[in-house]
Structure formats: structure tokens, C-alpha cells
């Protein structure tokens, strides 16, 4: 019913005129959102191959190839950091959004390592024109910050990232739609580029004319999969009947924002970056769901309040293969944070949860759990800002049976063990969140889908 709209005073706001509030046109076609929910490496990868048998659109909105995801199907073993995971269905376009930094020569080789499984990826990989560019200049720059850390060294994998989204940051970068314009203008901001990166670090190396060369040939390689992915996106979702996937990068405490700062990456990889990093609004966003393994690992420096430096945190790094996608670099193991998870809950409100890898917990006594936080004597309300402080945050644990039976072959939830079933029931009853799926192996079918 049309409303005429006043101030509290009554004045009309709208000059008397009737305003029929607008109706927003929801599009049949859904955008499913898959998260990782603590420091990453939680499987993500297996659960965005999973989703993508049924998608007609895998998108990456945010991060660069400093993500890593892994992917088993048919025997077949893929490591993805840049593609979008769901390139392995052969019916999937794999769209690379505008909120990703990009390193061109990255790309191809990962495509290169890949191709065994990719098949017709020349017809269905998509790039924004709106991608920023990573550089060799900002690989060496990387790495000469994170070195002049020192013993406050972040951890990142010097792929370039961060540099990246400074020069993103600072209105200086270069993105895929300067590559594919005029190249006197692209070589000239190049040029200004290394400039201004000369005057902080005085003995870079680049070749600038050999870097120009190298990436005049790039445009024409990437020419076919050059679009604007905004009205591509709208198209899809208007169509009606598209599903269209996105696949987080990095995970809720490693974003910019609200990761435990320092320690993060340098994009929003909650959320929130789904609409900045595609350019959808926020009401075609679906389901939201929150990948969390069994137990908790992380890379780089930091608080770690669960961490396990004992036999048992060995134990988790041996079953798991704790070792980065990306950097091989070998993870800290310790339990699951509840308290750490039903902060990314907060922010990201997830539909449902996949709980991945529970099989690597099969051979313990007993597990625990974190449920609560105390500094100082003081319990905290949620999981604090200041790596300071959780530094020195004190955990109570839940301290539950394990099963000390192998889960490997198991498929269906009712015939895991008590115990684990137990396990599961606990994390979704503190979350008040479901536990839809359950990782037991590498393989695309050891997932145990609940409903």
C-alpha cells in the first residue's frame, strides 16, 4: 500500500506525494557462499568441489594465489591457489572477480600443473577486467618487509599479496583493463609504478623493459577470458536459474578487518568481501557455510590459545599432513576454539557448517575442546582484538571420550561411532548452527552429507 512518508514533526517527506515502495526483484538463481571460519586450511577446497557438481558458476572473490585449496576427485590430486575449485566440473564457468590480485605468469602456471584434470578451461575461465595485477616488483617487496620484521615477521607468504593491495590502496596499481588498453599508457604507469616502489626500496631489481615485454605477451594470452563480471554476474543471477558458488579464500581471523591484526591477510575474506570482491548485492546471497576442521591449525606468528607443543600436537601435524598448499611450510596443530568459531559465526552468519577431517582425531584417548576465554581471571565475552591478549588468554577446555576407532570408511552419520557423533553434536549445539556435512578422507565421496 503506497505511504506518504513524514518526518516526526509530520512534515511530509516527499512533498505530500505517495510513495509506492519499490520491490526488489529476487532472482530464482542462488549464490551459495563457502567460508573458511578460523585461521584456514580447513578444507575448503573439498567442500567448494563438492557444491560445484551442481553449479553452473564458481567464482573467487578476494586473495591471490597466497590461498591454497586442495581437491581429490577420480584418483586425481589438483592444487588450486588462484583458479576458482570448481574449474574441475566440466559444466562450471570459473569466474575470477574484481576483489582478486592477480599474478599473471602465477596463473598460467598453476593452470600448467593442473591441466591433467581441467579440460576445457580456455571456454570457461572468466578474469575481470577489474583485477589488480601482482607483480615480480611486488613478490620482491614482500619478501624485503616481511624480512625487515625480524623476529615481529608476520608469516605471509611473500606471494606479493600485500604489496598488491597497497598499490590498490594508494591508487597507483595497475589492473587487467590498464593490461588490455593502451599499452604507451600501461607502460608508462608501469614505469611510475617502480618508481615510487625505487624510492622506498632503493635496490630493487626490476628489468622494466623486460617485464613490459613479458606482459605485452600476457594481454594477448588472457585477451579470450577478459570480461566485465558485474553485468556478467547480474545476467546469471536475472536468468533465474543459475546456481552460482563462491569460494572463500584464507579464512574470518585472517581478514583485514576483523583477523587477528597484524596477523592477517589483506583482504576481507569474510563475508562481506563476497559483494565487494563480485559486485552482487547482498540480498541474492543464499546459503552461507562455514568450513571448520576437526582440530585447529594455523601458519605464520601469533597467539595461538589451543595450541598443542606437546606429542599430541606431532600426532595432528603426522595424520593431518599439517603442510601449507602454498608455502609447505608445516602447520601448529592444537584443539578446536569454539570461542574463535562462534566469533566467524557472528560475522558471517553461517547457514550450516562442514566439519572436515574428524577421521585424524580417530586415535585419541580422549579430545578436548575450547569453550571459554579467561584474561586476567576474567572471562571474555568473544574472541578479543589484540594479539596481545591472546598471548595470554587462559582456555577451559570440554574434555570428551574419543573413539579410538577408524572412521575411514564410514559414510553415513549413523554409523560413526557414539563418541563421535558426540563430538559433532557439541560443536552445533554451542554454534546453534548445523553440522551438514562431515569430512572423513580426501576423496570427494568421503564427505558424509547429513541432509
Known amino acids: ?130 583485477c589488480h595485477l601482482v607483480f615480480d616488483l611486488h613478490q620482491q617487496v614482500d619478501g624485503l618487509q616481511e624480512s625487515g620484521r625480524g623476529q615481529k615477521s608476520i608469516g605471509t607468504t611473500k606471494k606479493g599479496i600485500g604489496p598488491a593491495y597497497s598499490s590498490k590502496a594508494t591508487r597507483n596499481g595497475l589492473r587487467i583493463c590498464d593490461l588490455m588498453g593502451d599499452y604507451e599508457h600501461f607502460s608508462e604507469k608501469y614505469r611510475y609504478l617502480v618508481d615510487q616502489y625505487r624510492r622506498i626500496f632503493p635496490d630493487l631489481e626490476v628489468d622494466i623493459e623486460a617485464e613490459l615485454a613479458k606482459y605485452k605477451d600476457l594481454r594477448e594470452k588472457i ?11 547480474h545476467e546469471m ?87 601449507g598448499v602454498t608455502t609447505g611450510r608445516p602447520r601448529r596443530c592444537g584443539w578446536l576454539d569454539l570461542v574463535m568459531l562462534s566469533y566467524s559465526n557472528m560475522i558471517n552468519g553461517f547457514t550450516a557448517l562442514a566439519v572436515t577431517k574428524l577421521d585424524i582425531l580417530d586415535v585419541f584417548d580422549e579430545v578436548k575442546i575450547g569453550i571459554a576465554y579467561y584474561l586476567d581471571g576474567k572471562k571474555l565475552e568473544t574472541f578479543p582484538a589484540s594479539d596481545d591478549d591472546l598471548q595470554r588468554i587462559k582456555v577451559e577446555y570440554l574434555t570428551l571420550p574419543g573413539w579410538k576407532t577408524n572412521t575411514e570408511n564410514v559414510r553415513k552419520w549413523e554409523d560413526l561411532p557414539p563418541n563421535a557423533q558426540k563430538y559433532i553434536n557439541v560443536i552445533q549445539g554451542h554454534l546453534h548452527v548445523p553440522v551438514r556435512w562431515i569430512g572423513i578422507g580426501k576423496d570427494r565421496d568421503s564427505m558424509i552429507e547429513r541432509f
Not at 47 to 58: E, G, I, M
Not at 223 to 233: A, F, G, I, K, N
Not at 268 to 296: E, M, Q, W
Request: aromatic share 6%; hydrophobic share 35%.
Open 237 to 323: 543471477l536475472q536468468s533465474g536459474n543459475k546456481n552460482i558458488l563462491v569460494e572463500g579464500a584464507q579464512s574470518t581471523i585472517l581478514d583485514i578487518d576483523f583477523g587477528l591484526y597484524p596477523y592477517v591477510t589483506s583482504s576481507n575474506c569474510s563475508v562481506g568481501g563476497v559483494c565487494t570482491g563480485l559486485g552482487i548485492p547482498p540480498h541474492v546471497i543464499g546459503d552461507v557455510f562455514g568450513v571448520v576442521k576437526a582440530y585447529l591449525t594455523r601458519v605464520g606468528a601469533g597467539g595461538f590459545p589451543t595450541e598443542l607443543k606437546d606429542d599430541l600436537g606431532k600426532i595432528l601435524l603426522d595424520r593431518g599432513h599439517e603442510y
Open 223 to 233: 585477451r579470450p577470458m577478459v570480461r566485465e563480471t558485474v553485468s556478467y554476474l
Open 1 to 130: 500500500m503506497a505511504k506518504n512518508l513524514r518526518a516526526q514533526d509530520g512534515t511530509a517527506l516527499n512533498g505530500g506525494k505517495d510513495i509506492i515502495p519499490r520491490k526488489i526483484a529476487r532472482s530464482e538463481g542462488a549464490v551459495t557462499v563457502v567460508l573458511g571460519t578460523q585461521w584456514g586450511d580447513e578444507g575448503k577446497g573439498k567442500v567448494v568441489d563438492l557444491l560445484a557438481t551442481k553449479a553452473d558458476v564458481c567464482c573467487r572473490c578476494q586473495g591471490g594465489n597466497n590461498a591454497g585449496h586442495s581437491v581429490h576427485v577420480d584418483g586425481k590430486q589438483y592444487a588450486f591457489h588462484l583458479l576458482p575449485s570448481g574449474i574441475v566440473n566440466p559444466d562450471c564457468i570459473a569466474v575470477i572477480g574484481n576483489g582478486v590480485v592477480v599474478h599473471l605468469p602465477q596463473m598460467f602456471q598453476e593452470i600448467e600443473a593442473n591441466e591433467h584434470g581441467l579440460g576445457s578451461w580456455k571456454e570457461r575461465l572468466i578474469l575481470s577486467d577489474r
